[in-house]
């Protein structure tokens, strides 16, 4: 009987297709219960002519599977490694392992590590034996740095009084703070975003509470549904923020202003008028009056400190937290009543300040006293002054002469 070749040698014999990184490209056929380890040598035949005599070649190279990224196994058959007819297979040459070092180079390299190590504390004071010793009092650094926005404070409570002597020879200094008081009713910063506000009421939060949220979570409307939903049950919800003036006051304020901008006749005399004015300086720095934060004052509050304690820190502190609650822990130094007390007027630092042209120009502005007035009470609004083009350079150059007269 007539038996054709192809059924007897039908999946006996593999064609396959190898490749080296060398781009070199070959069939190679054989059955399939040759090793790995054969068919690498018959791979190497063709690529390293010659070289077979080193027994280490075959093990120097190894041969992948390209579909499966598999490195194929020297023990194992074409058969068991599931290698299937036409597959590619890439021939490569082992990385070759890296060298152990010799003793030498370690040696140095522990040498070099030495030398770089950082010298302890009794190595330093070996160094520095001969030196003559200098002592740095730390906190006196400190107390300087904290020095300096008590006396900028003081600086400012005494041109304060300088800049409203100033003005109240002005004839036109009474119409001029009526409209800067006018300026600052319209400036409230408690003033609630009637945007924020509809949004939470068509939501069904009550007024009063959703402005309460929206000044807790600086008129955020997400943050302050958050507040609403995680305080619906709180007993306290609704009452009123600590430091936070009564719904009544910002009315009668406003009634005060009115009766200011009413101002006198043209009957009164000059007397009158500088009663008028110093009426009008009072009613802006009460409008002008510290606002503690109402987180920070409920985050210091809850660690077992009274609110007023805690309205002193955050004065004290420009409102932060963190400082306000070193204060309170610590010595308490500045204290409140230091914050009210101005700088001495024959100091040299006072006169200079006071010498200086621009200074002596800018006291004539009312801009200037209402700056002043605004950073005696709120420091974090210094930057806005800064760059502001009336008060920038008196403020520019009462700080260069602080600096310098500092450093002498």
């Known amino acids: 009987m007539f038996v054709q070749e192809e059924k007897i040698f039908a999946g006996k014999v593999l064609r ?13 056929e054989v ?13 190497l035949k063709h690529c390293v002519p010659g070289s077979l005599e080193d027994p280490k070649t075959v093990t120097h190279h190894k041969l992948i599977h390209a579909t499966s990224e598999k490195v194929l196994t020297d023990t194992k058959t074409v058969l068991e490694e599931n290698i299937q007819d036409r597959d590619v297979l890439l021939l490569v040459k082992k990385r070759a392992p890296a060298l152990l070092p010799k003793m030498a180079d370690v040696v140095a390299e522990e040498k070099r590590k030495q030398e770089q190590k950082a010298p302890d504390k009794d190595a330093i004071l070996k160094a520095t034996a001969n030196l003559p010793a200098r002592s740095v009092d730390r906190s006196v650094t400190h ?7 008590t006396e900028l404070r003081k600086i400012l409570v005494s041109l304060i009084e ?14 001029l703070f009526k409209k800067a008081n006018a300026m600052l009713d319209e400036d409230e910063e408690d003033r609630v975003d009637e945007i924020a506000l509809r949004q939470l009421t068509e939501m069904g939060f009550p007024e009063s509470r959703a402005i309460k949220a929206l000044r807790l979570n600086h008129m955020s409307v997400t943050q302050a549904m958050e507040w609403l939903i995680e305080h619906a049950d709180d007993p306290a919800v609704d009452a009123p923020l600590p430091g936070q003036a009564p719904a009544e006051a910002p009315a009668e304020g406003a009634a005060s202003s009115a009766e200011a901008a009413a101002g006198p006749s043209s009957e009164e005399g000059g007397e009158e008028a500088k009663d008028e004015l110093t009426e009008i300086f009072k009613k802006i720095r009460r409008k002008r009056e510290f606002r503690p934060d109402p987180r920070a004052v409920i985050a210091l509050m809850e660690m077992g400190f009274d609110e007023k304690e805690v309205v002193d820190a955050l004065r004290v502190n420009n409102n932060q937290q963190n400082a306000a609650c070193e204060w309170l822990l610590g010595d308490r130094k500045p204290s409140p009543e230091d914050l009210d007390k101005g700088i001495d007027t024959n100091s040299p630092l006072f006169q200079a300040i006071l010498e200086n042209p621009v200074v002596q120009l800018g006291l004539t ?5 209402l700056a002043f007035e605004d950073m005696l009470e709120n420091p974090l609004n210094s930057t806005q002054w800064m760059n502001d083009p009336e008060t920038g350079p008196v403020m520019l150059q009462i700080s260069r002469i602080f600096q310098t007269l500092n450093r002498t």
């Open 143 to 149: 107390h300087n740095m904290r020095d300096f926005q």
């Open 16 to 28: 396959l297709h190898v490749c080296t990184m060398e781009g070199a490209e070959w069939l190679e």
């Open 162 to 175: 300088v800049a409203q002597k100033l003005l109240a020879l002005n004839p036109d200094a009474v119409e």
């Open 31 to 43: 059955p399939e219960d040759t090793t790995v380890e054969k068919l690498k040598e018959r791979c």
């Open 365 to 369: 502005n009312p801009k200037t006293l």
